[in-house]
């Protein structure tokens, strides 16, 4: 158990709709990050938060958008959804944003039909 | 940019032989490599990491990677082989400092065989 916890852990939806994806970082850590996990993509980072603002962005769509709150849980939110965004989307956290080591929960599995 | 590329979809071996997992890495700045194993229905967990120092490190379940510079790989290894060992192996990279983007390797299924 790495302590960074995600719900739901599985999420069946329509194309068109809007979902959101939370996670809960280690206690103590600052940063959290968002990944997808595709059979055509492979493991793709999507962005960075840190103690509340965006740090990095990577291959996210304009749909996709994120935020950390104050109590520093992020959430995750597709919107539009696509038949393509069927996923498995990783949160990891670590100390700080320059820490080298993230932690990942267990996932949530999106599934749009 | 960095990039990582892991040689083999899929690794079979038989239950006491050597494991060899490829992962060669392209990056413009010293790099932080790591290696996570991801068992079925489950998120990633770390099996090491090299940052700086000794090039040869150990990690969690009788693993290790050697960081080869010159070679520009981060090969895992393990002497003896497990059931518990077959599971998805990604290979990653990072800067050294900065934002800590992780750059996966598309990953390698190992499968042991009694």
């Known amino acids: 158990d790495s302590g960074v916890t995600q719900t739901p852990k599985h999420l069946i939806t329509a194309t068109g709709q809007r979902v959101t994806l939370r996670c809960s970082p280690r206690s103590g850590d600052l940063s959290v990050y968002w990944y997808q996990q595709s059979l055509d993509q492979g493991l793709q980072f999507l962005i960075q938060?840190?103690?509340?603002?965006?740090?990095a962005k990577g291959n996210i769509l304009e749909r996709f958008s994120a935020q950390q709150f104050p109590d520093l849980h992020s959430e995750l939110n597709l919107s539009s959804l696509e038949l393509g965004d069927s996923a498995l989307y990783f949160c990891a956290s670590s100390v700080d944003e320059g820490s080298n080591e993230q932690f990942f929960g267990p996932g949530t599995r999106l599934t749009v039909l | 940019a960095q990039s990582v590329t892991q040689l083999g979809s899929h690794v079979s071996v038989s239950e006491g032989a050597l494991v060899l997992l490829r992962c060669n890495y392209s990056s413009s700045v010293p790099p932080y490599l790591f290696w996570y194993v991801q068992y079925p229905n489950q998120g990633l967990q770390l099996l090491l990491k090299y940052t700086t120092g000794a090039t040869l490190v150990k990690g969690i379940n009788g693993f290790e990677a050697e960081f080869k510079k010159s070679e520009t790989s981060f090969h895992l290894t393990k002497p003896s082989a497990h059931m518990s060992d077959a599971a998805e192996y990604f290979c990653a990279v990072t800067s050294l400092r900065g934002f800590q983007k992780l750059v996966f390797g598309t990953g390698t299924r190992l499968l042991v065989s009694p």
């Open positions: 938060y840190y103690n509340g603002e965006e740090r």
